[in-house]
């Protein structure tokens, strides 16, 4: 098959390829369509949009009639969902036609070719940041930390959540720096503590976020 891209996502990746005519496959019947990962047939799940594809799991071959409906020429677009992040995948894809021998009985399975495999990064969250240190002034509070990993995509920055900033404050970052800074400061903080009885402080949380097409 005609092999488009392989797009990296969150713990998983797309590989999209164009389906063969009967022209390509020498004779013989196809059988399914068979995905290389790091040139080796793939064992997991496969998906057709929404659509768990039924897999035949020992030759790994998929054989769901979804695929077998479509025309000569169309893009496919197959998703597999359960790959580690932080981790590099070469991805392509190659048709498996059968043979099956009237006297014998016997039945082969037989391999086409397949395309040079492109190779991509699949990611997942980054790491925390670890915080050395926090210091409170008037309405304010700044806080230092290290460095994270990216786990598989660079940093694009950091943020705090304030839960003095409401009932939805881990839904909106109370501040933001880029991913070279190692410092972040938060204003407009509330002096004191938010329970004068039992001296309980203000929550917070430092996270950094990574970015893929503009797409935290």
Known sequence: PKLIAVEPGCEELQVSFRMQGEESWNGYPLYGYQVLVNGKPYEGAVKFGSRNLDIDKERHVITDGA??????GQTVILTMPELNGNT?????????????DPDTETTTYLSGDYETAQTVTVWTKPTAPVITDTISG??????????ADGMGLPI???????????????????????ADAREITVTGAINGYKSEADKTGWDYRLAAFTEYKGVR
């Open 67 to 72: 695929l077998r409906e479509l025309a000569a």
């Open 88 to 100: 590099e995948y070469s991805v392509t894809v190659r048709a498996v036609t059968v043979d099956v």
């Open 138 to 147: 008037n309405q304010t509070f700044t806080v230092h930390y290290r460095e």
């Open 156 to 178: 694009a920055g950091y943020a705090v959540f304030y839960e003095g900033k409401g009932d939805s404050w881990l839904e909106e970052p109370a501040a933001e720096v880029a």
